[in-house]
Every structure is written in C-alpha cells, then in structure tokens.
C-alpha cells in the first residue's frame, strides 16, 4: 500500500482521425471501383457516401428495410442499439432502384472479406492515400455539415447517442459561429447611438465652439 497516491500528468486524448474524400476523389473512386468486381462494389460505396452508414450496417441490410416509397431505410441493430430511419435522397435511391429489389441481402452477403480485395484494388487505382472503408461514413459526415447541416440533424442522421461523437465535423461548418460573432457587428455602434439620444444628464449636449467664450 502507498502512502500517499502519486501524482500523474494526464496525457491529452487525441481527437481522431478523420479522413474524407472531396467530391474528385469520390468520383475517381467510384469510376476505379465500377472496373472492379463484383460489380456491386461501385453501388455499396455510393450508398455508404449518400447515407453515411457503416460497412456492417451496409451488409447487414436487407430488402425488407428498404422502403423506397417512403425514401427510408430502417437500420434494425445499429451501433448504439437503437433503431433508426435514414432518409434516402435522389442518388441514394438510383442505386437501390439499379439494384432491383428482392428479400434477402442488399448486397447478396454480410462478409466483407468478398470485397475487401476489390476495395483495396479500386483505392489503389483511384491514387488515394490513407484510405478506409469507414472514410466513406466521414466523408457523408463531412459534406453534410459544409452543406449547412446542423449537428443534432447530423447525430441523428449518424445514429450518435451524443454530441460528442459528432463535434469532431464541427469546424467543417464555421456558418453557425460566423453568424453568432454577426450579431455583434452593432454592438458599440448601438451603445454609442443610445448615448447620443439620452443625452447628458446635466443637460443638452453642446459642441466645443458652443462651450467656449
């Protein structure tokens, strides 16, 4: 036993990591992964790109939870053991309808391991640096917030339980700061103007030439 509990300097938690694609490098990665097979490589990373979801989610989706009609898919199980609605917008659901339809797997198989080699193959051709499946989620992520998505509208689109796990894309967005900091653009101007309308208290408000002579 000690006598007394040592102290201990505390190490900075890094921030993460977080890489995303602009929209040239999606592009060449879609057209490097459209030459791949299976074939269906190019759809599952567009879909992860428009919908942010994660490559087990992705797999793990089924025709069942696909209801175009309504522009949703139901993720059952996500990550936080919460059940959710991701909305499908136009491009998302192009890949669906090239899809076709069924009652069984999205992408016909919930093991990676059929498209890992095409994947790494497609990134390779595509030139891009440091890449992983999981970018495609922060790149969603990232071109959401530039595009004025809030971040409770992005923690529920993600599947989050917490702000926390999104404020990482938070400087993506400088819109809502640069608005707040707007607010003070009068501030001074404002106080100066109320000054001269209540005037002096001791009296009306001469000018130097007035008070002289």
């Known amino acids: 036993m000690l006598s007394e509990a040592p102290k201990i300097r505390l190490e900075r938690e890094p921030q993460g990591r977080l890489r995303w694609l602009t929209p040239d490098e999606a592009r060449a990665l879609l057209e490097a992964c459209r030459a791949q097979r299976p074939a269906r490589l190019a759809d599952l990373v567009e879909l992860a ?11 793990g989706l089924t025709w069942t939870a696909v209801d175009r009609a309504s522009g949703v898919l139901r993720v059952e199980v996500s990550k936080s053991g919460k059940r959710r609605l991701v909305p ?44 992983r499946f999981h970018d495609t989620r922060h790149t969603f992520a990232s071109w959401a917030m530039q595009r004025g ?3 409770p509208k992005l923690k529920d689109l993600l599947g989050h339980s917490s702000l926390a796990m999104v404020m990482r894309y938070a400087h993506l967005s400088p819109e809502h700061l640069r608005s707040a900091v707007a607010r003070l653009d009068t501030v001074l101007a404002s106080a100066a103007e109320a000054q001269d309308f209540s005037g002096d208290s001791a009296g009306p408000r001469v000018s130097p030439s007035e008070s002289v002579g």
Do not use: I, K, M
């Open 88 to 131: 499908l917008n136009g491009p998302a659901d192009a890949v669906l309808a090239r899809l076709g339809g069924g009652e069984d797997l999205v992408f016909g198989t919930r093991s990676w391991d059929a498209f890992r080699d095409h994947w790494e193959a497609a990134v390779e051709a595509a030139g891009l640096e440091d890449l």
């Open 49 to 59: 790109l428009y919908t942010g979801l994660r490559q087990g989610e992705l797999l």
């Open 149 to 151: 998505a809030s971040l």
